[in-house]
């Protein structure tokens, strides 16, 4: 049995995070992670996510505020370009407009309202009938790089990093966890960090173990579109409407990303099927056409990837005893990365959990 002083279980966005936070602190650490490096099974792949400020809850957007230096803060100690700002704007409902100038206004970020027309002739490949906010501080994580980056430098900071560990097994003591490693050995930690994202069930031991809330997966799709204009930038967006939602941004060298969001099918974490539904990218191709006239609506690219997801959509960021869970981020958390690693680290060393909101409900 291999001793270390935290095992961080799950190596997408945030597990490479907390390991890359505790390693920096100078703590023996290991980064488990079932699948080979880069795979495409979770939550945290893709070549693009959204980076914004622009929420309805001012939570969050502060929470995205105070992410942006640590990104800055990886990027500096990498050498690398992650988070890119490229503008963006959030339009539709009126309600969830208004709540969201609110929310920019409540932590000190920028906002401009922009009649539909005006924002039609600012980004003329775009089409408007309600409410728009444009938000200069919104752009997007380059997210393969980004969690690759945060292992590599996790790893060059002492971490141990494992990949294709295997479906493993945590067993919480009093005062310390196994983690249990298929065909490995096994490894006693204070702490154990949980970061599996559709994976927190089976893992955890079962439904609704350690006061977790009832998380659903689903299985969401995405596509890839080409600008008509291929030298005009995209902005960023989210579009608020009439019982769906729909986001998209600029992926570098793949077009521009369109998907619904939690629209997705109920799935299995390790039942779904990874193809790409025809209606739902029918769906995807009708919105395009409707909404996007600068782009050619037929999509070169598709993908699918696991939400998980809390009845309110906020985040599962706590310690019961040894075990520090970081899952679900609820299909919005990947602009938090650095931050939520941080939360992460800072419970397993004891510090408590930042927002009641996060919290377990047997903590």
């Known amino acids: ?3 270390v002083d935290v095992a961080v279980v799950g190596a997408g966005a945030m597990g490479s995070a907390t390991a890359w936070w505790l ?3 100078g703590h023996d650490v290991v980064l488990l992670e079932r699948f080979e490096q880069g795979h495409c099974n979770g939550s945290s792949h893709g070549g693009a996510r959204i980076f914004r400020f622009a929420y309805e809850e001012p939570d969050y957007a502060r929470l995205a505020v105070e992410a942006l230096p640590l990104w800055r803060e990886l990027e500096d100690e990498s050498g690398r370009t992650l988070v890119e700002i490229t503008g963006g704007v ?3 409902r009126p309600e969830a407009v208004d709540r969201i100038v609110a929310s920019l206004a409540a932590v000190g970020a920028s906002a401009e309202r922009l009649h539909p027309d005006a924002a039609a002739e600012r980004f003329p490949g775009m089409r ?9 501080d919104t752009g997007r994580c380059l997210a393969d790089l980004a969690v690759r980056t945060l292992q590599e430098r996790a ?3 002492g971490a141990q990093v494992r990949f294709s560990a295997g479906a493993v097994s945590i067993d919480p003591h009093e005062d310390h966890v ?3 490693v298929p065909d490995d050995d096994e490894w006693r930690a204070r702490v154990a960090v949980v970061t599996v994202g559709g994976w927190a069930e089976p893992v955890l031991g079962g439904s609704r173990k350690h006061g977790m809330p009832p998380l659903l997966v689903t299985e969401e799709l995405i596509s890839h579109f080409t600008p008509r204009d291929p030298n005009r930038e995209w902005p960023s ?3 608020y409407g009439d019982g769906t939602d729909a986001y998209g941004l600029r992926t570098p060298g793949e077009g521009v990303k369109v998907g619904g969001h939690h629209e997705g099918k109920v799935v299995g974490a390790d039942d779904r099927t990874f193809a790409l539904d025809p209606e739902r990218v029918a769906r995807t191709v009708a919105y395009v056409e409707t909404w996007l006239p600068g782009l050619d609506p037929t999509p070169h690219h598709g993908a ?3 939400y998980t997801t809390t009845p309110t959509q906020d985040f599962v960021l706590d310690r019961i005893g040894p075990l520090v869970i970081g899952s679900a981020c609820s299909g919005h958390g990947f602009k938090f990365t650095p931050v939520v690693g941080r939360i992460l680290a800072d419970l397993a060393e004891g510090v408590p959990t930042p927002l009641p909101r996060f919290r377990l409900t047997d903590s």
């Not at 408007?128 to 200069?136: G, I, L």
């Open 128 to 136: 408007f009938d309600r409410a728009v906010v444009y938000s200069p």
């Open 1 to 3: 049995m291999q001793r």
């Open 90 to 92: 959030d339009h539709g």
């Open 237 to 239: 967006f989210i579009h």
């Open 23 to 25: 390693a920096r602190r």
């Open 178 to 180: 196994v983690v249990h």
């Open 304 to 306: 699918t990837c696991l």
């Open 155 to 157: 790893g060059a900071l």
